[in-house]
């Protein structure tokens, strides 16, 4: 199977931000995501395990960085043309302009991206 960026689902788009996601890689989905420096991640997994990801994530950097602070205060930092693994237990927040592909188990980004859309929906109101 192949398939181009651009036939990817567009799951999310506002100013500066293009999320896509495929699901249905043997119980892993790929994503790619164009995100403005300044975003954070951590307001949107407030009720999640930790207020954090729980999803690990393995991927490559096309363009940008952004930072990954884990459960234990350590910070890591994922730059152009690094491959990265972002273990469970997670916030982000993008530094450069990012774009970025990531190979994500399934049933753990589902979780995720279904309490974004909510803690989403709560602030707009």
Known sequence: ??????????????????M?????LGNMDVNYHELPKGLD????LKGLPND???CP??????????RFIYNDGTE????????????EGHTAIVDKDLK??????TKELTEVL?????VMSEMSK
């Open 57 to 66: 994530h393995w991927g490559y950097i096309f363009e940008g960085s952004f």
């Open 114 to 118: 279904t309490n974004v859309a909510k």
């Open 52 to 54: 954090r990801c729980h």
């Open 1 to 18: 199977m192949k398939i181009k960026k651009e036939d990817i689902p567009v799951i999310m788009e506002a100013p500066g931000t293009v």
């Open 76 to 87: 890591e930092i994922f730059e152009e043309g690094d491959i990265f693994y972002a273990p």
């Open 41 to 44: 991640f951590t307001p949107l």
């Open 20 to 24: 896509r996601k495929l699901s249905g």
């Open 100 to 105: 970025f592909i990531d190979f994500s188990p």
